[in-house]
Nanobody, 121 residues
Framework: QAQLLESGGGSVQAGESLRLSCAVPGSVFAVNLMGWYRQAPGKQREMVAQVTHGGTANYGDSVKGRFTISRDNDKNTVYLQMDNLRLEDTGVYYC???????????????WGQGTQVTVSS
């Protein structure tokens, strides 16, 4: 499974913002869906946001109106702008992408190593 390159996590106070980035390393033929999941302690992993190659975005209910996902197809990079962060946004955020490594190759799911986001009061 390919490893994506994440950056941007950290610790902030409630109401503040963070921006996460995630890049597909190396040369690939195409990248289809890209997005973010998160996992809080003791909870199941949940979808945060995802975006298609054409830019259609979908969000989890808990982040709608506060988070914005975007991507740069030339750089095979996805971003997650997180505004008005809440205590319940705390968790490990994982990016993922559906990658076509070469012409004719089947799609493969790639994941980042996870980045910690901690929101405190």
């Amino acid at each position: 499974q390919a490893q994506l390159l994440e950056s941007g996590g950290g610790s902030v106070q409630a109401g503040e913002s963070l921006r996460l980035s995630c890049a597909v390393p190396g040369s690939v033929f195409a990248v289809n869906l890209m997005g973010w999941y998160r996992q809080a302690p003791g909870k199941q992993r949940e979808m945060v946001a995802q975006v298609t190659h054409g830019g259609t975005a979908n969000y989890g209910d808990s982040v709608k109106g506060r988070f914005t996902i975007s991507r740069d197809n030339d750089k095979n990079t996805v971003y997650l702008q997180m505004d008005n962060l809440r205590l319940e946004d705390t968790g490990v955020y994982y990016c993922y992408a559906t990658v076509f490594g070469a012409v004719g190759a089947p799609p493969a799911d790639a994941w980042g190593q996870g980045t910690q986001v901690t929101v405190s009061s």
